[in-house]
């Protein structure tokens, strides 16, 4: 038998977590890089846990009224431009196409930043009456952003995988009210599927998405120091509406414009599930995640090899609605297998041996917490579906743990200064100027604003960095 070779991590996360993560990308067989910088190819390990994160999301899109659609790659310049603060915020990360073969284009192509632009274009040609609204539709793809200079797989890279909604509506109430409802889907989704807590609220002036009355976004908050942006809800107002002649004729015959949102969800939300649950042994997948929620491995001894062997079919198959796998290699020993496994994040693993083929019991040992137990044969079924039950809560209990204290409450500069230093998440009060916050992002090195409570109006204190009256409280850290 083969013993443990190299394949593990050799780093520890908390010592130099950058190289733990690409280490832990790789070793854990969820990307490849490719030639091109920031593009990354997405295999079967991580590609999986994105199709449970479309299925979840896909459901509650189309139970709310949503329909799917797509749009294509290529938007020509004339559209981007159309929009003026929309095209001033993406031309840094726009990719031009300008020539096919030896032919240069009339007019340059925009490889697709996000698809307000081309899709409000047919949106102006579907939405004639009243009849037409509310038009909400999503799509599943990718999109190319190119302007930053050191990309992180899933966190930040230049190509990457989402969902994009965008919804119009006769009235101003409906689409906040979408907006609002998106957010939640995606709260969900962080919670239930991905076991991962985050910050609800308002984004500033300074960090909404370029072209939208208001963003809504969650904030998730990682192990070394860095918050991400989670996810995003932007109400576009008529802005998009106005430049595109999004329009219709009411219940009276007069001509209105309609009130639009647009709300994306992407594949970053893999990198944050990977930063926050994954240790020092490898990937920790949450159970819902995980395409095999149980391994088993038989530990075997010559004279009783064939009657462990059958042993181990016979619980395979008990397990099988877990989608549990029998690891029966000869050439590797049990140790090696143990630490492949936990390595690639198999939520639980059935040790079976002699021993408790005697006693008709197995040992059953969870991925996050290392917990060995004896379990009856008989039992298995229910203890194993228990087992991750416990697994998911606990793993968002954690994390939950650690993002609450994470977050330091300040009121002057000289704590927000101690909260960035520690590299925690600053709750601080603040007037909401953009340039008052363009002021704490150099001061800092790169601090800025998260996004702002729900609820967070605020009167009678001073702001914490220029001592102007506060309007708001509001989340502050380093950020991708």
């Known amino acids: 038998m083969r013993e443990k070779q190299e394949v593990g991590l050799t780093v520890v996360k908390e010592k130099d977590i950058s190289e733990w993560y690409t280490q832990l ?125 050191h990309p992180v797989p899933f966190l930040r890279s230049r190509e990457f995988l989402w969902q994009e909604g965008h919804s119009a509506f006769a009235t101003e109430k409906a689409a906040r009210e979408e907006a609002n409802e998106i957010l939640s889907y995606y709260e969900e989704c962080y919670k239930e599927l991905l076991a991962i807590p985050t910050l609800k609220g308002k984004k500033s002036e300074k ?48 001509r209105q414009l309609v009130y639009q949102n647009s709300w994306g969800f992407s594949t970053r939300s893999i990198g944050i ?18 395409e095999n929620k149980v391994v088993i491995v038989p530990i075997f001894f010559d004279p009783t090899r064939e009657k462990v062997l059958k042993k181990c079919k016979d619980v395979e198959k008990v397990l099988k609605s877990f989608n549990a796998f029998l690891d029966e290699r000869n050439e590797y020993t049990p140790g090696w297998k143990y630490n492949e496994w936990e390595l690639k994040g198999v939520p639980l693993r059935i040790e079976l041996g002699p021993k408790d083929l005697e006693k008709d019991q197995v040992v059953l ?54 909260a960035m230093k520690e590299k925690k998440i600053a709750l601080a009060p603040w007037c909401g100027d953009e340039g008052c916050e363009t002021e704490i992002k150099d001061k800092t090195e790169g601090a800025k604003s998260l996004n702002i409570p729900f609820s967070s109006e605020m009167k009678g204190k001073r702001c914490f960095h220029c001592n102007q009256e506060t309007k708001v409280v509001c989340y502050f850290a380093k950020s991708y």
């Open 365 to 418: 040992v969870r991925r996050d917490t290392g917990k060995k137990e004896f379990v009856k044969v008989s039992e298995l079924k229910k203890k194993v579906e228990e087992s991750l039950d416990e697994m998911q809560s606990d793993l968002y209990k954690k994390a939950e743990k650690f993002l609450n204290e994470s977050i330091m409450e300040v009121s002057d500069w000289k704590g927000f200064e101690k």
């Open 207 to 254: 960090e909404k998405f370029a072209g939208a009355v208001f963003s809504l976004s969650l904030e998730a908050f990682l192990p070394n120091g860095k918050a991400a942006q989670a996810c995003t809800s932007h109400h576009l107002g008529r802005n998009f509406s106005k430049a595109f002649d999004v329009g219709f004729l009411d219940a009276e015959g007069k």
């Open 273 to 290: 599930m990977l930063m926050i649950h994954s240790d020092d042994k490898g990937l920790v997948l949450p159970p819902t995640l995980a």
């Open 25 to 149: 990308l790789q070793k854990a067989e969820l990307i490849e890089y490719s030639d091109v910088s920031g593009c990354y190819i997405i295999r079967p390990r991580a590609y999986f846990i994105w199709e449970q994160i479309q299925k979840f999301l896909d459901k509650k899109f189309k139970e709310s009224g949503v329909k799917n659609s797509y749009f294509p790659l290529f938007i020509p310049e004339s559209l981007l431009k159309k929009e003026s603060e929309h095209v001033e915020g993406f031309s840094p990360e726009v990719a031009w196409v300008t020539e096919t073969g030896e032919t240069k284009l009339n007019e340059r192509l925009a490889v697709r930043p996000t698809s307000e632009t081309i899709m409000y274009a047919s949106y102006a040609k579907w939405i004639r009456s009243y009849k037409d609204v509310p038009l909400r539709l999503n799509q599943w793809n990718n999109v190319i952003r190119w302007e930053f200079k």
